[in-house]
């Protein structure tokens, strides 16, 4: 089983309702030690992933499965270096997403991307 971050707050980190896997918001924490130790939006993209393709395993899933992303970017300029980074998490056929640039984010990171996976075919 691997590791996933703690949420950081009254959260729970993903939730199963019948055949989906509901992702929450994965800021780019490092969950061998619940601090966020990348720098860059690409950095912390991949932390990201890597989080989410954790919580996926977990519930026997792949990215193969999720359905439907939201990415939530401090900066929409990063927008193009973190849809690098997202390429290499997912394949066709891609997610539906969809993408913002929000005001500020959870404990001052770049990005944060939620998840929503399907348990059936």
């Known amino acids: 089983m691997k590791k996933i971050p703690e949420a950081v707050g009254p959260y729970s980190a993903f939730r199963k309702a019948g055949d989906f896997l509901y992702i929450s918001g994965q800021i ?3 969950p061998e030690n619940q601090q966020i130790e990348a ?4 950095e912390q993209a991949r932390q990201v992933l890597e989080n989410l393709k954790a919580i996926l395993e977990n519930n ?4 193969k499965n999720v359905i ?3 990415v939530l970017l401090d900066n929409i300029n990063d927008f193009v270096a973190v849809n690098g980074i ?3 998490y997912f394949t066709e056929p891609y997610p539906a997403r ?5 005001d500020k984010l959870p404990k001052g990171v770049l990005v944060e991307i939620e998840a929503i996976a399907y348990f059936g075919e």
């Open 98 to 102: 969809s993408a913002f640039a929000v």
């Open 39 to 42: 720098v860059t939006v690409e």
């Open 60 to 63: 026997g899933l792949t990215t």
């Open 68 to 70: 439907k992303t939201t």
């Open 28 to 30: 780019a924490i490092n």
């Open 86 to 88: 997202y390429a290499e």
